[in-house]
């Protein structure tokens, strides 16, 4: 995503503070261009690439510990309601709900016959 910002900035080629554009792309800078002079600076694409890519490595590599954490956000407040058996008894409650899906699984083959 690209987007505009304007601010006040010191310029080498004007010798002054003048209004320049900053061009985003995504969190970082592509490029800045003063407004008076027009001169313009723009960041090199494979060095965008570079920050991309490990910006982007860094997100997949996080991605299984933001997602536990959110899903331990989400299902602590829930613990005091749960059956106690399915907090003592996991392997047990898991086989019944295997059950009851495949017997379901099983009513509906029949059905279609």
Known sequence: MTK???????????????????KYLGDH???????????????????????????????????PKRVTIELVK?????????PKRLVKEPKKVLKDIFRAVKGEEEKERIEKK
């Open 29 to 63: 800078i592509r490029s800045v261009q003063c407004e008076e002079c027009k001169s313009k600076i723009e960041l090199d694409r494979k060095e965008l690439m570079t920050v991309f890519t490990e910006d982007f490595i860094d997100r997949v590599l996080t991605k």
């Open 74 to 82: 989400v299902i602590t407040p829930l613990i005091p309601f749960l």
């Open 4 to 22: 505009k910002t304007k601010t006040i900035l010191y310029c080498i080629e004007c010798g002054k503070e003048t209004t320049h554009t900053i």
